[in-house]
């Protein structure tokens, strides 16, 4: 058995993360309910694709991984829900599905480094 780290498996899972960490920051810190729609389908693709390389690896865990799938079902269709019963206290419309920034607005996006 080989000791390497640098394999598909682990960095399909490390962009599953990623992708989760990212939507967590839209939906939880940004409020872009809208935008989080789009993004919960991309964590729920990468959570997949992850599976299926663990699965290649090792069938137990990929399965074990692919249980994560049930979850992310239950919580996109909860979020879908979310936006489409969400709208703008001062417009009356939904938040748009793809990422924009407002005429005249700060963007709600911030780097703490900066």
Known sequence: VDHVYFTFPIMS??????????????????????TSVLGIATVYASAA??????????????QLLGATLIWLTIA????????????DENTGE???LLPRKIDGEESRTQFSWF
């Not at 996109?76 to 936006?83: E, G, P």
Request: glycine share 6%.
């Open 49 to 62: 694709f992850a599976a299926l390389q663990y699965y290649a690896a090792y069938p137990p865990s990929g």
């Open 13 to 34: 899972l490390m962009l599953h993360l990623t992708c989760g960490d990212i939507w967590n920051t839209i939906n939880n810190t940004e409020k872009r309910y809208g």
């Open 94 to 96: 939904k938040d748009s």
């Open 76 to 87: 996109s269709s909860l979020i879908v829900q979310t936006w489409r019963l969400s709208v």
